[in-house]
């Protein structure tokens, strides 16, 4: 089988979110956009307005491969 590199598993296994649900974040890191950065279980959450130092609840508004988009609640 001949393997590129380009799919390093980011497609395997479940995501520890769920899009539409809720979750009690901290916010770590700042993204260069102007995110702010928490993860759940390793896997990164943009938190739009989100703040470093900042603990909220957020809700889930989109998953992808590699990272998921959430805003405060």
């Known amino acids: ?3 590129t ?3 390093r598993g980011f497609n395997s296994g479940p995501k520890p ?3 539409g649900k809720e979750y009690d974040v901290s916010v770590t890191e700042i993204s260069r956009k102007g ?3 928490a993860r759940i279980q390793g896997f990164v959450i943009f938190v739009k307005g989100g703040q470093v130092g900042q603990n909220c609840k957020v809700k889930i508004t989109q998953i992808g491969n590699r990272f998921a988009t959430a805003e405060i609640v």
């Open 1 to 3: 089988m001949y393997c």
């Open 5 to 7: 590199g380009f799919n």
């Open 17 to 19: 979110v769920e899009e």
């Open 35 to 37: 995110d702010g950065i």
